[in-house]
C-alpha cells in the first residue's frame, strides 16, 4: 500500500519515456472553468494539483487563489502555453500524472483529466486514504463519472473509496464544451475526504480483503457471498441487523451496510477466517 514519495520542490521533473495515453479534451467553455474552481473553495492557504493542465485553462484561474498550484503536463507543446502565462503560484511538472509522486501535505485536486487514464488516476487519489488527499473537483467521462457515483457498486475498489471519502455526481457536461470535442459527454464529480470514516484508516487492508472477497461475483446475495467468512447463524443475525429480508444483490449494499458487516466480521469472527487481500491496486 506505501509508496516512496518525495515533496515537491520548485522545479521541473522529466522522465525518459512518453505517457502510454491518450484522451486529453481541452476545456474551452470559461464560465464553466470558473463553475469549477468555484466549486473547490480554493483558499490562500491551499496546495492544489491540476492533473493534465493542458493550456492551464483551469491553472491560470487556480493559481490567482490558492497558495501554491502543482500543474501536471508531459504534452511538450502545452508546456510551452503553459509558461508563457507566467503564473504567480504554480510549478509545472513535466511527467507522466501516474509516475507522480504526491504530495506528502494536505493537497485538493482540481482538474479536467485525461479520459483513457481516467481509473488510475482515481486509484492513485483514493487507494491510500493514508494520503494527505483531501477533496477535489474532477472533470471525466460520464460513463466513469455514473460508475463511481452509482449505488450500484461491482468494483471492490470503488466500495473501498466509499468508506473514506464521499464521491457525489454534481452535473453532465455537453461535449461541445471541449477541443477537440470528446465522442461522449463529460461530467463533474466532487470527491470529500469523510469527517467520520466508516472504517478506520489504520483497518484499509482488511477491509480491501473483506470486498475482494464479496465482491467476486457482485451478482450473489448476501447469504451465498459471505458464506465462508459468516457462519449461517451469523449471517442470519446480520440480515436482520442490516434490515434485509429478501435475497437482494451483494453489489446494492449501502456505504453504512458495508460499514455494520465489516464491524462485525472484527468484532465476532475469528482472524483466520478473514479474507485475505490479493491485489491493492
Given at each position: 500500500m506505501t ?8 522545479k521541473?521533473f522529466t522522465?525518459?519515456?512518453p505517457p502510454?495515453?491518450?484522451?486529453q479534451h ?5 464560465a464553466l472553468?470558473?463553475?469549477?474552481v468555484?466549486?473547490a473553495?480554493i483558499s ?15 491553472t ?19 508546456i510551452?502555453k ?8 504554480t ?5 507522466d500524472i501516474l509516475?507522480?509522486?504526491l504530495?506528502r501535505e494536505?493537497f485538493i485536486?482540481?482538474?479536467n483529466i485525461?479520459y ?7 486509484k492513485?487519489?483514493?487507494?491510500n ?12 467521462e ?5 460508475r463511481f ?9 470503488i466500495?473501498a473509496?466509499?468508506m473514506?471519502f464521499d464521491?457525489r455526481?454534481v452535473?453532465?457536461i455537453s461535449?461541445?464544451?471541449f477541443?477537440p ?16 470514516p466508516i472504517?478506520p484508516?489504520?483497518d ?9 472477497y464479496?465482491?467476486?461475483n ?5 447469504d451465498?457471498?459471505l ?13 436482520r441487523?442490516l434490515?434485509?429480508?429478501n ?8 456505504e453504512?451496510q458495508w460499514g455494520?458487516i ?6 465476532h ?10 491485489k491493492y491496486?
Open positions: 509508496r516512496r514519495r518525495r515533496k515537491f520542490h520548485n521541473k522522465t525518459g519515456n502510454n495515453f491518450s484522451g481541452l476545456m474551452h467553455n470559461k472553468v470558473n463553475d469549477i468555484n466549486l473553495h490562500e492557504t491551499d496546495l492544489v494539483l491540476d492533473l493534465g493542465a493542458g493550456k492551464g485553462a483551469i491560470n484561474v487556480l493559481s490567482n487563489r490558492a497558495r501554491k498550484v502543482l500543474a501536471v503536463e508531459y504534452d511538450q507543446k502545452f510551452k503553459l509558461k508563457q502565462l507566467e503564473m504567480k503560484n510549478v509545472i511538472i513535466e511527467q509516475k507522480i509522486s504530495p494536505h485536486v482540481v482538474s485525461p483513457a487514464i481516467t481509473t488510475p488516476i482515481m492513485m487519489l483514493l487507494n486514504p493514508s494520503s494527505g488527499f483531501q477533496r477535489g473537483v474532477i472533470v471525466m460520464k460513463g466513469a463519472a455514473k457515483t452509482s449505488n450500484f457498486v461491482k468494483n471492490p475498489y466500495i473509496w466509499k473514506w464521491i455526481y452535473k453532465g461535449r461541445k464544451n477541443s470535442p470528446p465522442r461522449v459527454d463529460s461530467a463533474m464529480i466532487t470527491i470529500n475526504r469523510k469527517a467520520k472504517v484508516i489504520s484499509c487492508l482488511i477491509f480491501w480483503g473483506l470486498a475482494d464479496v465482491l467476486k457482485p451478482q450473489l446475495s448476501i451465498l457471498a458464506r465462508g467468512v459468516f457462519t449461517p447463524p451469523q449471517i442470519k443475525h446480520l440480515k441487523s434490515r434485509i429480508n435475497e437482494v444483490s451483494v453489489a446494492t449494499l449501502s453504512q455494520l465489516f464491524e462485525t466480521m472484527v468484532k469472527v475469528p482472524k483466520f477466517r478473514w479474507p485475505k487481500i490479493k491496486n
